[in-house]
């Protein structure tokens, strides 16, 4: 079965710095990733997906992740950290052997020092 | 175009009723999918439905259930509810075959 793991529960960064948030995955067959990002009290927003074409993507907001099969990693970053960037981010893998169930990891709070 | 609709946002229950969740999906969407969000957890997969029957399930127990009407919007209920069902409740649509996933804001459930 496919899982995720996001390392850090939490990460900080002040504005303007470099964001890096931590995904590997494990499955047996080649992966659909997802990040989504959840604001307080709210549901989930796409940030962006792979779905097997070209390994660095690009999303919403300045968010871009990179699929490295060799290290399971789909980790997402963005150049410059905004305050308005302070939320929950999760990575997720679609199950595709048993359907299109999303299976999440525990998520990162990041925060943002002004 | 309304993205998904999820009613109410915000529920209060006791510990042994019964509460019934409502989810409208993204318009041109087929499939409904039910998730559970513990506070300070990811989203745990309850069920999946798709023309009308449930299609596949997680780890739940049958105190959950659901169901799809013709118009593709669902329903989740959950009996003889415990303190451990605290969480917000999120309903994603999505079209048959594709990889696009779209989530209601949840409705938040709180069991006393």
């Known amino acids: 079965a496919q899982s995720v793991t996001q390392l850090g529960s939490h990460v900080s960064v002040s504005e303007g710095a470099l964001v890096l948030l931590r995904c590997n995955y494990s499955?047996?067959?080649?992966?659909?990733l997802f990040w989504y990002v959840q604001y307080p009290n709210q549901g989930l927003q796409l940030l962006l997906k792979y779905t097997s074409a070209a390994t660095l993507v690009k999303g919403i907001n300045g968010f871009e992740a990179e699929f490295k099969k060799s290290e399971t990693s789909f980790h997402l970053t963005k150049p410059s950290a905004h305050m308005s960037d302070a939320a929950e981010y999760f990575c997720a893998v679609r199950n595709n052997n048993a359907g299109n169930m999303l299976t999440f990891g525990g998520g990162t709070r990041l925060m943002v020092k002004p | 175009d309304a993205g998904v609709t999820q009613s109410p946002t915000h529920l209060i229950k006791t510990r042994g009723q019964q509460v019934t969740l409502r989810c409208s999906p993204k318009s041109g969407h087929d499939t409904v999918s039910w998730y559970q969000q513990a506070l300070g957890q990811g989203p745990q997969f309850i069920f999946q439905?798709?023309?009308?029957?449930?299609?596949q399930r997680g780890n739940f127990p049958d105190r959950f259930s659901g169901h799809q009407f013709p118009n593709y919007s669902s329903e989740l209920n959950v009996n003889a509810l415990l303190l451990g069902d605290s969480a917000l409740y999120l309903c994603?649509?999505?079209?048959?075959?594709?990889?696009?996933?779209?989530f209601g804001s949840g409705t938040r459930l709180t069991v006393v």
């Open positions: 439905y798709y023309e009308e029957e449930e299609r």
């Open positions: 994603a649509s999505s079209l048959s075959g594709s990889y696009g996933y779209t």
């Open positions: 499955s047996s067959v080649p992966p659909y």
